[in-house]
Nanobody
């Protein structure tokens, strides 16, 4: 059994910052790519940022220069530092991880989501 637990969401004013965390726990052999997605009301879920096990990163254009994804492999945790937040960043943020749990067992797991609201 693997669980991903997100934390760090909340209400912040425009221009403010938040740091999201997502910790994986359970029977884990290895974690490959870890990714943050978000879903705003009435919109499809979109990929925000991803990071490979080697540290390579990618971002959606709308957050480049404002968000930074990082990971601590020793803690099985991925972070999303969000600066210069805008109202359009308001969404539920989900983490996603590609995890090997056995020699022939590898799946993608999702967290439960954390709400980020940017409003004055």
């Amino acid at each position: 059994q693997v669980q991903l637990v997100e934390s760090g969401g909340g209400l912040v004013q425009p221009g403010g910052s938040l740091r999201l965390s997502c910790a994986a726990s359970g029977s884990i052999f290895a974690i490959y790519t870890m990714t943050w997605y978000r879903q705003a009301p009435g919109k499809e879920r979109e990929l925000v940022a991803g990071i490979t096990s080697g540290g390579s990163t990618n971002y959606v254009d709308s957050v480049k220069g404002r968000f930074t994804i990082s990971r601590d492999n020793g803690k099985n945790t991925v972070y999303l530092q969000m600066n210069s937040l805008k109202p359009e960043d308001t969404a539920v943020y989900y983490c996603n991880a590609d995890i090997r749990t056995g020699w022939a067992a590898r799946s993608v797991y999702w967290g439960q989501g954390t709400q980020v609201t940017v409003s004055s």
